[in-house]
């Protein structure tokens, strides 16, 4: 189960940041939590204007109620390691966004890249080629021929699979039928193995995503944070 890395609020020291490292990371979804690291919802920046943003839930979903001038983390999953921290205050909200502002960088929480450790059943096959114009990835671009797999963690930038077949180095895998947290659709995504470890007639397999369309990115990171809240006990 995936610890978070808690800290006291007394412990937190916060700085000014520039603006452009904050517009660099507001590119990507961001994990609203509290203080105390509870999550509360996915969201999106937008209207950022040097001071104040507003949030909007990734999903199609209302924003939480929430009280005004409390302070909440903002941790943004950018491909770039470690995933940059911030913290705002609320300044206002609606159903469809909250409005924040007084934003600063928590220097001293800067996190490597999340795994959550799971055990779930996979196919992987062979992939053949990447479908153009940011389409999903469907059976024309992957063999037929296939290997059952267990997925043993997941995160933003990959995933790490138990096969029988002694996959190598670099070479390019599909991984489908993967169903991370109640997906009313299962997950077929683009793999590039990045090592192997060979383990009692089995082969770990270390897999970074390659590739995957903007539409499975927002898909997959909403079931990332769904499987956070679970391993929290907060459904």
Same mark, same amino acid.
């Given at each position: ?9 007394? =412990? ?65 999953? @950018? ?30 929480? =800067? ?26 990835? @469907? ?36 991984? @489908?039928?993967l169903r991370l947290h109640h997906d009313p659709q299962p997950f077929a995504l683009p793999l590039q193995v990045r090592w192997v470890a060979?383990?009692?007639? @089995? ?33």
């Amino acid at each position: 189960m995936f610890h978070f890395f808690k800290k006291s609020v007394s =412990q937190i020291t916060e700085e000014p940041e520039p603006q452009n490292e904050f517009e660099r990371a507001a590119r990507y979804h961001c994990e609203v939590r509290g203080l105390d690291d509870r999550p509360i919802f996915l969201a999106d920046v937008k209207d950022y204007d040097g001071d104040s943003f507003r949030l909007f839930p990734t999903l199609d979903s209302d924003a939480p109620s929430v009280i005004y001038n409390n302070r909440y983390k903002l941790v943004f999953r @950018t491909p770039s390691q470690p995933t940059p921290v911030w913290t705002g205050r609320v300044r206002g909200s609606t159903y469809e966004f909250w409005k924040m502002d007084e934003l600063t960088r928590l220097r001293d929480e =800067q996190r490597a890249s999340f795994r959550q450790r799971v055990s779930l059943s996979a196919v992987v096959r062979n992939l053949l080629g990447l479908p153009e114009n940011g389409e999903i990835l @469907t059976s024309a671009y992957y063999s037929q021929d296939y290997d059952q797999c267990e997925v043993l963690d997941v995160g933003m930038g990959g995933l790490q699979i138990s096969s029988s077949h002694p996959f190598r180095q670099n070479d390019l895998l599909a991984v @489908t039928g993967l169903r991370l947290h109640h997906d009313p659709q299962p997950f077929a995504l683009p793999l590039q193995v990045r090592w192997v470890a060979a383990e009692d007639g @089995t082969y770990r397999c270390g897999c970074a995503f390659h590739a995957v369309p903007e539409q499975e990115e927002r898909r997959l990171c909403a079931a990332m944070f769904s499987l956070q809240r679970a391993s929290l006990g907060r459904m």
